[in-house]
T-cell receptor, first 109, second 115 residues
């Protein structure tokens, strides 16, 4: 079983819609959770972090964490074509980072 | 604040040749990481340094990969001899300390193609 699981996609949404990206993790002891965005040919860039159950909002991005279900999600409101990228979920488990394989998001104009 | 610097950006080598990558972390960052990202996969940690000591190298193929971090600043990752399956992007990242609750920043990476 992989530490972090993501649907590879692609997830296609029309411009202006809400994109919902999901991630599950296997170790209940994981302490912190991150979303990275990776454009094709570029390195990952950190966009959100979340440590407690519930929602955390930053601009158009909302991260949601449910530790009981071992589930992390990222919502992107008012999706733009510039949001088209691969989104990587990362989990910190005792100072070891585990990345999922990423979900490819396509936002259609 | 300058970011994590890596070089070269691209490298093409033949199998069985050797190659080395260089990383300069953000100033003052004690922890440095090397990741391997194969196309279509998430980054996989190869080795983690705390200052110039190795914290975790459990996923480093030690028969062909080596890494060092002299004086606790710059780091070099070497592959000798390279195999076709080593074709990947090699990413370096750094953080202030080992408690990575705030995530960390990646360098631009080195894309290695082994032919």
């Amino acid at each position: 079983q992989k530490e972090v699981e993501q649907n590879s996609g692609p997830l296609s949404v029309p411009e202006g819609a809400i994109a919902s990206l999901n991630c599950t993790y296997s170790d209940r002891g994981s302490q912190s959770f991150f979303w990275y965005r990776q454009y094709s040919g570029k390195s990952p860039e950190l966009i959100m972090s979340i440590y407690s159950n519930g929602d955390k909002e930053d601009g158009r991005f909302t991260a949601q964490l449910n530790k009981a279900s071992q589930y992390v999600s990222l919502l992107i409101r008012d999706s733009q074509p510039s949001d088209s990228a691969t989104y990587l979920c990362a989990v910190n488990n005792f100072n070891k980072f585990y990345f999922g394989s990423g979900t490819k998001l396509n936002v259609k104009p | 604040e300058a970011g994590v610097a890596q070089s070269p950006r691209y490298k093409i080598i033949e199998k069985r040749q050797s190659v080395a990558f260089w990383c300069n972390p953000i100033s003052g960052h004690a922890t440095l990481y090397w990741y391997q990202q194969i196309l279509g996969q998430g980054p996989k940690l190869l080795i983690q340094f705390q200052n110039n000591g190795v914290v975790d190298d459990s996923q480093l193929p030690k028969d062909r990969f080596s890494a060092e971090r002299l004086k606790g600043v710059d780091s070099t990752l070497k592959i000798q001899p390279a195999k076709l399956e080593d074709s990947a992007v090699y990413l370096c990242a750094s953080s202030f300390d080992r408690t990575i609750n705030y995530g960390y920043t990646f360098g631009s990476g080195t894309r290695l193609t082994v032919v």
